[in-house]
C-alpha cells in the first residue's frame, strides 16, 4: 500500500468518525444491549424448551459413544474420515492438532496474504472464497456427523462420499485458489462449484444414510416420577429376597439362600444408620459374603448409577420416616374393581405383577421356566405350562399357590412341586381377588376386552 493511499484511508477514517459515532459510549452501548437481547434470548430457550434430560454418566458402561458438542461435531467427523485414507489415516495428530492448526493459522494471517485495501466485498473474492467453502464444509460436516463412513453390510461407498465433500473437494479448491488468485471470474467458478458439488453429495449421502436407531432413555426428573422409577425397579431385583416392602427377615423361596437370616431394609437399623451414598454402593457392589450380588454396572450388574439412585430414593420416601411422602406417589397399584367388573392384564394385572411376581420370574431365574414379563410368557411358559394357567379353572395351579395351597408332586407326595408364591409373604386378598376374577373371565389382554365382559348390576328401584 503506498503512502497516498493511506492518506485517503486516513482521511475518509476521520470523515466517517466525525459524523458517525464513537467506540465510547455508542459502540459499548450497542453491545450491551445486543448482549442483554442474547441473554433474554436464551433464558427464553431455557425455559420453555430446554434440553432432553440425561442419565448420569456411567464410567461402566462400554457401550456408551462419546460425542463433543454440536459445535465440535464437523472436527469430530473430519477425524473419522482422515482416518479412511491409507496409510496417512493412522496418524491421527496430523487430522487433530496439525491440519486445523494450519486452518486457524492461515485465517490468522490472511489479512497479511490478502493486502487489498477495498472492503468492499466484490474486491475481496480471495478471502470470501476461501470462508465460503471452509463454511459450507463445516455445516454439512456437521449435518453428516452421524451418518457411518462404513455400512453395515461392508460398504464404503458413504465413506467414500464423504471423504469427497470433507477432503478432496475443499483441498482441491484451495489449490485452485492459489493457482487462479488473479482471476476474479474463475475464483468464482471455483468457488460456486465447490459450494454446490459439496451440498449436491452431501444430500446424496443424507438421502442413502441408514435410519439411526437412538435408543429411548426415560430420565425421571421429578420426585414422585423417581419415587415410581425406583419402585419397579425394586419389583424386579430386590422383592425376590427381601420382599416387596422390605421386611423381610429370613429370605425364603431362593435357591441358595433359604433360610438366610438378614436385617429387614425398611427398619430403621438400615434406613437411619446407612447413607444415601453407601446405600448406593451397597446396591451397586453387593454383599458377596452375605449372598448378595452385584447390581451395579460397574460390577458387572445391569443397573446403572441413576437407576441405583432412583432405589435409594424409593427407600428414603416410602420407609424413612424422615421424609414426607408426596401425595402424588401414594396412588394405589391398581383401580379398586367394581362389582361385577372384569379386570384385564392392561390395567390391573400388569403393574401386580410387576410389583410381586417378576423379581423371580424372569429370564435367568430359578421358576420352573415360568416367565411373567408379558402377557404371551404368563399364558405360554413353565414346565407346567398346561396347568399353570387355564382361564375358569380354579384347581389352575395359579390360583393354587397365591391362595398359600402349595402343589404336591404326584410322584412323590410329600415333595412340593410348586412352592407358595410369593414366597416371603402372602399376598392381600384384594389382589388374590384380581387375580380370581380375572383367570376366571378368561384373562382379557385390554381394558376393552375386560368391558365387554364385564356385568353392570341392575339398580333397585
Known amino acids: 500500500m503506498n503512502d497516498e493511499t493511506k492518506q485517503k484511508i486516513n482521511k475518509r477514517y476521520e470523515r466517517e468518525l466525525d459524523k458517525g459515532e464513537r467506540f465510547w459510549p455508542d459502540t459499548i452501548f450497542k453491545d450491551l444491549i445486543t448482549s442483554l437481547a442474547i441473554f433474554l434470548v436464551l433464558i427464553l430457550l431455557a425455559t420453555f424448551i430446554g434440553i432432553p434430560a440425561e442419565p448420569k454418566a456411567d464410567p461402566s458402561d462400554t457401550s456408551y459413544i462419546p460425542r463433543p458438542e454440536w459445535y465440535f461435531l464437523f472436527l469430530f467427523k473430519f477425524l473419522a ?21 494450519i486452518a486457524i493459522g492461515v485465517l490468522t494471517l490472511l489479512p497479511f496474504i490478502e493486502k487489498n485495501p477495498n472492503r468492499y466485498y466484490s474486491k475481496r473474492i480471495l478471502p470470501i472464497s476461501i ?33 469427497t465433500v470433507g477432503i478432496f473437494i475443499p483441498l482441491t479448491a484451495y489449490i485452485l485458489f492459489a493457482v487462479f488468485k488473479s482471476n476474479t471470474r474463475l475464483m468464482l467458478w471455483t468457488t460456486s462449484l465447490a459450494a454446490v458439488s459439496m451440498i449436491l453429495i452431501s444430500g446424496t ?99 446403572t448409577r441413576s437407576e441405583i439412585d432412583y432405589i435409594v430414593v424409593f427407600m428414603r420416601y416410602m420407609w424413612d420416616d424422615r421424609f414426607e411422602v408426596p401425595a402424588e406417589a401414594l396412588k394405589p397399584l391398581f383401580p379398586p374393581l ?3 367388573e372384569v379386570p384385564s392384564y392392561d390395567v390391573h394385572i400388569q403393574p401386580i405383577v410387576k410389583r410381586y411376581c417378576v423379581s423371580c420370574h424372569r429370564a435367568g431365574k430359578e421358576n420352573n421356566n415360568y416367565l411373567m414379563t408379558s402377557y404371551e410368557e404368563i399364558l405360554t411358559t413353565g414346565d407346567n405350562v398346561d396347568k399353570n394357567i387355564i382361564a375358569g379353572d380354579e384347581g389352575s395351579y395359579f390360583l393354587q399357590v397365591i391362595q398359600e395351597h402349595a402343589i404336591m408332586n404326584p410322584e412323590a407326595p410329600d415333595e412340593e412341586l410348586i412352592g ?23 384373562m382379557p389382554k385390554t381394558a376393552e376386552e375386560a368391558g365387554a365382559l364385564s356385568t353392570t348390576p341392575t339398580p333397585t328401584p
Not at 425421571?220 to 416392602?245: N, R
Request: with cysteine; net charge negative; aromatic share 6%.
Open 338 to 340: 367394581a362389582q361385577g
Open 131 to 163: 470462508m465460503t467453502v471452509m463454511v459450507t464444509g463445516i455445516v454439512l460436516l456437521t449435518l453428516m456427523s452421524e451418518v457411518p463412513t462404513v455400512s453395515e453390510d461392508g460398504s464404503t461407498l458413504l465413506g467414500t462420499l464423504q471423504t
Open 205 to 303: 449421502v443424507l438421502a442413502l444414510a441408514p435410519e439411526k436407531k437412538t435408543e429411548e432413555t426415560e430420565v425421571a426428573t421429578t420426585l414422585v416420577d423417581q419415587i415410581f422409577a425406583g419402585q419397579d425397579l425394586y419389583s424386579v431385583y430386590c422383592t425376590e429376597c427381601h420382599g416387596d416392602d422390605g421386611s423381610v427377615a429370613v429370605i425364603q423361596g431362593v435357591e441358595g439362600l433359604e433360610g438366610e437370616e438378614i436385617t429387614p431394609i425398611n427398619s430403621r437399623d438400615v434406613l437411619y444408620t446407612i447413607t444415601d451414598s453407601a446405600m448406593t454402593e451397597v446396591i451397586a457392589y453387593g454383599r458377596p459374603n452375605a449372598g448378595m450380588t452385584p447390581f451395579g454396572k460397574t460390577y458387572g450388574g445391569e443397573l
Open 81 to 101: 474420515l482422515y482416518g479412511q485414507l491409507p496409510l496417512i489415516g493412522k496418524i491421527e495428530w496430523i487430522a487433530t492438532v496439525l491440519i486445523p492448526g
Open 420 to 442: 407358595v408364591m410369593p414366597p416371603n409373604r402372602a399376598l392381600k386378598s384384594n389382589i388374590v381377588e384380581v387375580f380370581f376374577r380375572w383367570i376366571m373371565s378368561g
